[in-house]
């Protein structure tokens, strides 16, 4: 293939494209010398401990918060561009924490999902209607889509809000720790339903997660991020704990201690990463 068609696949594939990012908030810097690529239909991890900067570096993507060097491209525009509206969805873990007195019924919280510029006014198409109860559906709320939100747990919320993003149709979702407060049953068919929406319907996932387990079960690549990138490459190829240790610059807390892969042992492994296992403890 001559490479000018070659580059032309590529650079059509890459949705998101970010070069020699740099961000500093309250005048420190929180993300430097960010390079990443992200390409239609992938699936991607992003971890690191407390305070490292995913939710900067999410929030950066969306143009929510500004970037004092590099730039941002999202399907060739730069973020908030109006030519975005409807391609990009954001699940937070805050995004669930709907305020008590609001009365919503699940399906009603999912439809607002598919509202946009356009059809604000318009009655709910077919169309819209599919979509509501495909996302519904998808991350099995059937039988509480006439419930209202605030009596259901956290996890349910969860997934409502999920649902919400999944029926908006973007193309590409980021999403900040939407599986904190999920069950591992509910957090492994999410996960596998979030796989399946990458390879079968061509969406693009970022995820931010410290269920590291899960993380490395399903996604296709992942992220170690720490101010910069320690690691990205695809999720086979990703560092045990006492590599990742090497690449951060620490040393063992115990001497004798050895990598969490090992089998019976009970104590936490020798290297901690913030928040990263938390996930795992409380099962
Ligand atoms: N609103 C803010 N104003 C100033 N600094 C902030 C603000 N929010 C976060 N920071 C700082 O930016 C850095 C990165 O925070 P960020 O929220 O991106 O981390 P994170 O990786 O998402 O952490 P966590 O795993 O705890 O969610 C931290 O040092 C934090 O103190
Ligand atoms: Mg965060």
């Known amino acids: 293939m001559p490479p000018e068609i070659s580059a032309e696949i590529?650079?059509?594939?890459?949705?998101?494209?970010?070069?020699?990012?740099?961000?500093?908030?309250?005048?420190?810097?929180?993300?430097k010398d960010i390079n990443l690529k992200i390409k239609r239909g992938e699936f991607v991890g992003l971890v690191g401990p407390n305070g490292s900067g995913k939710t900067t570096l999410l929030l950066t993507i969306l143009g929510i918060l500004k970037n004092q060097r590099g730039t941002i491209n999202l399907y060739g525009n730069k973020p908030m561009s109006r030519k975005l509206l409807g391609k990009i969805g954001w699940?937070?873990?805050?995004?669930?924490?709907?305020?008590?007195?609001?009365?919503?019924?699940?399906?009603?919280?999912?439809?607002?999902?598919?509202?946009?510029?356009?059809?604000?006014?318009?009655?709910?198409?077919r169309y819209r209607r599919e979509s509501v109860n495909r996302a519904i559906e998808m991350v099995?709320?059937?039988?509480?889509?006439?419930?209202?939100?605030?009596r259901l747990s956290g996890g349910q919320r969860q997934r409502a809000v999920i649902a919400r993003a999944l029926a908006s149709n973007a193309?590409?979702?980021?999403?900040?720790?939407?599986?904190?407060?999920?069950?591992?049953?509910?957090?492994?068919?999410?996960l596998k339903l979030l796989d399946k929406l990458c390879h079968d319907e061509n969406k693009t996932i970022l995820m931010v997660s410290h269920d590291l387990t899960a993380m490395l079960q399903t996604t296709h690549r992942m992220i170690y991020l720490e101010e910069s990138i320690k690691f990205d490459g695809p999720t086979e190829e990703f560092p045990d704990l006492a590599s990742l240790a090497s690449l951060r610059g620490i040393q063992h807390v115990h001497e004798h201690e050895h990598s969490h892969h090992d089998s019976n042992h009970e104590t936490p492994p020798a290297v901690h990463l913030g928040k990263l296992d938390e996930n795992k403890e409380e099962e």
């Open 10 to 31: 590529e650079s059509e594939s890459v949705i998101l494209d970010v070069a020699d990012l740099s961000v500093s908030r309250s005048g420190k810097i929180v993300l």
């Open 91 to 125: 699940v937070s873990q805050a995004a669930s924490n709907l305020p008590r007195h609001v009365k919503i019924t699940v399906q009603e919280l999912v439809r607002l999902g598919t509202i946009n510029a356009e059809n604000m006014f318009l009655r709910l198409s």
């Open 140 to 150: 099995g709320l059937q039988d509480l889509q006439h419930t209202d939100v605030s």
């Open 171 to 190: 193309d590409f979702i980021l999403f900040d720790e939407p599986l904190v407060g999920v069950d591992r049953d509910s957090r492994n068919s999410l």
